[in-house]
């Protein structure tokens, strides 16, 4: 409906007062004809009707203004609830940074009452030290219109201060003049200390990496060096034990087989140093060839019988065919098998060490080293893979030992693209179990 003429109401209104005022003196003055005030009494009800249908139009108008001025008050009710009721610090001030208007958190977070607020400087919260910069973006807003994510320190009343990310946007009149700033004030004190600790985090874990990569680096150049004397040590020890089995002294003979056999085990522990630094670079390489694994693991349990026999235990072979051919590297699979026997004979005060070896589906193999020794408690189970870590170390001091042995067995495979698991119980023995591809592509 458009909007009614208040002037054009006027008009009739008066029309209708002019044409009363005539009626009344023309009824008056007795003079006048009766059609004369028939014409008269006709542009009366003429007004009239007029003036009740101007009369319905401003009645159908104020009440669409009743309307629409209700529902500019529930918009502004519901803009001020989001303002009054937002996650975040919101601020109007004027030009100047002169606080007009704040919501419940700002409240909160500068620890001061409204009446307080009101009218006061926001540049008051800002530490001394920052102020020149504050006033610096506050005289550019007017001209730019916008900053975002700006980060400043806020010091509230009798609280911390505490670290803000404000964004401010000027507000512009009809014009495109800047009036009044809308203010964004979040703290982010958390988040800042959760980004510090997180870099700390990051820092010390670099830390350890390089720390990490500086004792394989170590290992790897200390082994390299021991290893060439260790092999002149016991070259020179073999010739010297072959002279003094010509002169049939038994006890020099006891002696130089002393030697020997500690610089056997000394060797076997660089090279155990070696391939660990080896596999942790990434530098190991696996050789596949085809042989028959049953051959192998005979020949180790042959070579390993005797450590066994001096402690009284059995070792044994748990295998039903006589061949099982497969493609992989035959020195790592020795290695594999020498360092589970090895482990087992090592913590097995008493009864035996069996070895088994089966076909598993899908062309895999299995191979399992089961003893009847300590155990391990299930709370170590899953670090006994690990480098260097070693269950019961008043045991393993007793039988010795890098503490490699296991992680590189671990190690070796996952790079042939297999798993192993363990099973045991502390004074029940130990079980584990290596699951192989039955071929190996080269790498």
Not at 413 to 431: A, F
């Amino acid at each position: 409906m458009e909007a009614f003429d208040n002037t054009l109401l006027s008009n009739y209104i008066q029309t209708v007062q002019q044409r009363t005022q005539v009626l009344y003196k023309n009824t008056k003055d007795s003079k006048q004809s009766s059609a004369s005030i028939e014409d008269c009494l006709e542009e009366l009800f003429s007004a009239l009707e007029e003036l009740s249908i101007a009369e319905e139009e401003l009645r159908q108008q104020n009440e669409m203004l009743i309307a629409a001025q209700s529902e500019i008050e529930a918009e502004r009710q519901r803009y001020q609830e989001l303002f009054e009721f937002a996650p975040d610090a919101y601020l109007i001030t004027d030009l100047y940074g002169i606080i007009r208007e704040a919501n419940r958190v700002a409240l909160q977070q500068f620890n001061i009452a409204h009446r307080h607020l009101i009218q006061k400087p926001l540049i008051s919260f800002i530490p001394e030290h920052q102020r020149q910069a504050f006033r610096s973006i506050l005289n550019q807003l007017p001209m730019i219109y916008r900053v975002q994510e700006w980060e400043v320190m806020v010091c509230g009343r009798k609280r911390e201060p505490f670290i803000a990310a404000i964004t401010v946007e000027a507000v512009l009149d009809q014009q495109g003049k800047a009036t009044a700033l809308r203010w964004l004030i979040r703290d982010i004190t958390n988040r800042k200390r959760t980004e510090a600790q997180l870099q700390d985090t990051q820092l010390q874990n670099l830390e350890l990496i390089e720390i990490d990569r500086l004792k394989d680096q170590f290992m790897a150049t200390i082994s390299h060096e021991l290893r060439t004397p260790m092999n002149a040590i016991l070259g020179f020890s073999r010739l010297i034990g072959d002279r003094v089995a010509l002169l049939g002294d038994g006890r020099l003979n006891q002696m130089v087989d002393h030697v020997v056999r500690n610089s056997h085990h000394l060797l076997a522990m660089i090279e155990e140093l070696l391939d660990f630094s080896k596999l942790k670079s990434r530098k190991l390489e696996l050789r596949p060839a085809g042989f028959d694994l049953v051959q192998i693991a005979s020949e180790t349990i042959q070579d390993l019988r005797c450590l066994a026999e001096q402690k009284g235990l059995a070792l044994e072979l748990d295998c039903s065919q006589d061949s099982l051919p497969i493609v992989n590297d035959p020195g790592r699979i020795r290695q594999i098998l020498v360092n589970l026997i090895s482990n087992a004979v090592k913590f097995t005060d008493s009864g035996l060490v069996t070895v088994g070896f089966w076909e598993a589906p899908e062309g895999r193999i299995l191979i399992v080293v089961q003893d009847t020794g300590i155990g391990i408690d299930v709370a170590d189970q899953e670090n006994i893979f690990q480098e260097f870590w070693q269950v019961n170390q008043s045991r393993t001091r007793q039988v010795g030992g890098t503490g490699l042995g296991l992680a590189i067995v671990h190690a070796l495979v996952e790079l042939m693209d297999g798993s192993i698991s363990i099973h045991s119980k502390v004074d029940q023995g130990t079980t584990i179990r290596v699951e192989l591809p039955r071929r190996i592509a080269p790498l």
